[in-house]
């Protein structure tokens, strides 16, 4: 009793510690930038717009630390944790259990990482197991976690619909996928590569119980990995297994080391340096500073906070954040009505559709650190570049833009556009390119 209560007590005085450096908000560091901390301040008054926030309990906070432990090297001072201790909220609509603990074990990412990679997790009927996908087939480690591709092709060559994000800071995304509001967990949504057929992935769907057996048997190494972690073994490890170790894998996959992160750090390398039109991109990106025609670019207003997007989940001293964000773009306006393609028309479903159109065309606000090295873009992989993406925004919609006349569901913010001269696209371009 008294030594648990003693180390509840370090554990305080460690937390408290914790809380007292990351609530100064900027770094601390002689060599921040001004406007770097200009910038902080923006970011983090974006946090103010959570739309349910929640004090975690001291025992959800223990888990919290204990699971944060190994990844809270790529934390840096001032930035929130991603949300570990699942399943603990007292908020029912957002709860949801983790299929099995424990998580976020040096070995279990191990595991997680080995299993991101195998391709005898995956299943043809010319093949058999091991049809040559992978997780990291279309989400490559070399290329940020994505593939470069328009759509990515699974086992049986089916194209998906949408383009393939990057997995770094998944963590802190409220909702996986570009459109999918009810996908909280890493583990929920691992499930949908393996398992999914509309289109097929993985090509899994209906071998859930043959696929551990395969697994087993092929590589005896799993068998032991499983074993020690777990304590199961043969019929008793089923595809949970699988998607917990995988999801705490992409747990650990937190980067905020980019160009802009050691900016707003005030750590840049000495061979680095953030220039007056990377500077100048910044401002206008923020609406810190107007436009030569008097215009303010909404870009923050919705690429906000430290994920650059105002869909986020995380921890900042103690407490919990939630907010989820889809909005209307733009794009398309096929029937002059304001339809999106069919089976892409956003995170509402056809009978939300027919009650209420105007939630056409709705995608989650994607983060934008490195965005300079994922293109093509948006949730189809329909645009190409950064240029063309501010250009379409400028004119209130890709769909107005291209004479399809403007969707009426765009989002206000974007649907007034704004007048935006070569210039000042080019310096915007080149801030987008600091967040890599
Ligand atoms: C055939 C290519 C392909 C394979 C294989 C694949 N993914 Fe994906 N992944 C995608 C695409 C495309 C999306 C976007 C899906 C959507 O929005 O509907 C995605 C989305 C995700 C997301 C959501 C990220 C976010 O920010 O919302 C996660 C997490 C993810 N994949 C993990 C995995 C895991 C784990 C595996 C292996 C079990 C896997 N993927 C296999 C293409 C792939
Ligand atoms: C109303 C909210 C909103 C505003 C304002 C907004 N965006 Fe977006 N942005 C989104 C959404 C939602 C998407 C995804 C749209 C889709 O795929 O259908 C997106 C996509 C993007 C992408 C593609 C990212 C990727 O990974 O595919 C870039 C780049 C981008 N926005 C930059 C900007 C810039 C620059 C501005 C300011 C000129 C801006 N956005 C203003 C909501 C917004």
Same mark, same amino acid.
């Given at each position: 009793m008294i030594r648990s209560s003693l180390s509840y007590i370090t554990f305080l005085a460690f937390f408290a510690m914790h809380c007292a450096k990351a609530s +100064?908000? =900027? !770094? !601390? &560091? +002689? &060599? =921040?930038d001004p406007l770097a901390s200009r910038t902080w301040q923006v970011i983090l008054k974006a946090e103010n717009s959570a739309q349910y926030t929640e004090e975690l309990d001291s025992e959800t906070l223990t888990l919290q630390a204990k699971n944060l432990a190994v990844v809270r090297a790529k934390i840096p001072p001032g930035y929130p944790e991603p949300y570990l201790p699942y399943g603990r909220l007292k908020n029912t609509t957002l709860d949801f259990q983790l299929a099995r603990e424990p998580f976020l074990s040096p070995e279990i990412i191990d595991l997680g990482k080995n299993l991101f990679a195998e391709t005898g997790l995956s299943y043809t009927a010319r093949h058999g197991f091991g049809a040559g996908i992978s997780c990291a087939v279309c989400h490559v480690e070399t290329q940020v976690f994505t593939d470069g591709k328009k759509l990515s092709k699974g086992a049986e060559g089916d194209e998906t619909r949408r383009n393939t994000p990057t997995l770094y800071n998944a963590a802190y995304n409220s909702t996986l996928t570009w459109a999918n509001p009810v996908f909280p967990a890493l583990e929920m949504q691992a499930k949908i590569p393996l398992f999914g057929d509309d289109p097929i992935e993985m090509g899994l769907k209906g071998r859930e119980n043959e696929l551990s057996a395969s697994l087993l048997g092929t590589n005896s190494g799993y068998a032991e990995q499983i074993e020690k972690i777990f304590g199961l073994k043969g019929d008793s490890v089923d595809y949970t297994v699988i998607t917990t170790a995988i999801a705490a894998y992409e747990r650990t996959l937190i980067n905020f080391d980019t160009k802009f992160d050691r900016f707003l750090q005030g750590r840049l390398r000495t061979d680095e340096r953030y220039d007056d039109a990377e500077k100048e991109g910044l401002e206008l990106f923020y609406g810190m500073k107007a436009l030569q025609s008097g215009d303010t670019l909404p870009c923050a207003q919705c690429h906000s906070g430290v994920l650059l997007s105002n869909s986020f989940q995380f921890v900042r001293n103690g407490r919990y954040y939630n907010r989820q964000s889809f909005h209307n773009t733009g794009l398309y306006n096929l029937d002059g009505k304001g339809a999106y393609p069919f089976k892409n028309t956003g995170f509402a479903t056809e009978s939300q559709l027919r009650t209420d159109p105007s939630l056409m065309g709705q995608f989650r606000v994607p983060g934008l650190r490195f965005v300079g090295l994922t293109a093509p873009y948006a949730h189809d992989g329909s645009q190409d570049t950064l240029d063309s993406i501010i250009r379409d925004y400028a004119a209130g919609g890709r769909s107005k833009r291209s004479g399809e006349g403007q969707n009426p569901y765009v989002d206000p913010l974007i649907k007034k556009g704004f007048s935006i001269n070569d210039a000042e696209i080019a310096t915007l371009v080149k801030f987008l390119n600091t967040l890599q």
């Amino acid at each position: 009793m008294i030594r648990s209560s003693l180390s509840y007590i370090t554990f305080l005085a460690f937390f408290a510690m914790h809380c007292a450096k990351a609530s +100064q908000g =900027v !770094p !601390p &560091s +002689q &060599s =921040v930038d001004p406007l770097a901390s200009r910038t902080w301040q923006v970011i983090l008054k974006a946090e103010n717009s959570a739309q349910y926030t929640e004090e975690l309990d001291s025992e959800t906070l223990t888990l919290q630390a204990k699971n944060l432990a190994v990844v809270r090297a790529k934390i840096p001072p001032g930035y929130p944790e991603p949300y570990l201790p699942y399943g603990r909220l007292k908020n029912t609509t957002l709860d949801f259990q983790l299929a099995r603990e424990p998580f976020l074990s040096p070995e279990i990412i191990d595991l997680g990482k080995n299993l991101f990679a195998e391709t005898g997790l995956s299943y043809t009927a010319r093949h058999g197991f091991g049809a040559g996908i992978s997780c990291a087939v279309c989400h490559v480690e070399t290329q940020v976690f994505t593939d470069g591709k328009k759509l990515s092709k699974g086992a049986e060559g089916d194209e998906t619909r949408r383009n393939t994000p990057t997995l770094y800071n998944a963590a802190y995304n409220s909702t996986l996928t570009w459109a999918n509001p009810v996908f909280p967990a890493l583990e929920m949504q691992a499930k949908i590569p393996l398992f999914g057929d509309d289109p097929i992935e993985m090509g899994l769907k209906g071998r859930e119980n043959e696929l551990s057996a395969s697994l087993l048997g092929t590589n005896s190494g799993y068998a032991e990995q499983i074993e020690k972690i777990f304590g199961l073994k043969g019929d008793s490890v089923d595809y949970t297994v699988i998607t917990t170790a995988i999801a705490a894998y992409e747990r650990t996959l937190i980067n905020f080391d980019t160009k802009f992160d050691r900016f707003l750090q005030g750590r840049l390398r000495t061979d680095e340096r953030y220039d007056d039109a990377e500077k100048e991109g910044l401002e206008l990106f923020y609406g810190m500073k107007a436009l030569q025609s008097g215009d303010t670019l909404p870009c923050a207003q919705c690429h906000s906070g430290v994920l650059l997007s105002n869909s986020f989940q995380f921890v900042r001293n103690g407490r919990y954040y939630n907010r989820q964000s889809f909005h209307n773009t733009g794009l398309y306006n096929l029937d002059g009505k304001g339809a999106y393609p069919f089976k892409n028309t956003g995170f509402a479903t056809e009978s939300q559709l027919r009650t209420d159109p105007s939630l056409m065309g709705q995608f989650r606000v994607p983060g934008l650190r490195f965005v300079g090295l994922t293109a093509p873009y948006a949730h189809d992989g329909s645009q190409d570049t950064l240029d063309s993406i501010i250009r379409d925004y400028a004119a209130g919609g890709r769909s107005k833009r291209s004479g399809e006349g403007q969707n009426p569901y765009v989002d206000p913010l974007i649907k007034k556009g704004f007048s935006i001269n070569d210039a000042e696209i080019a310096t915007l371009v080149k801030f987008l390119n600091t967040l890599q």
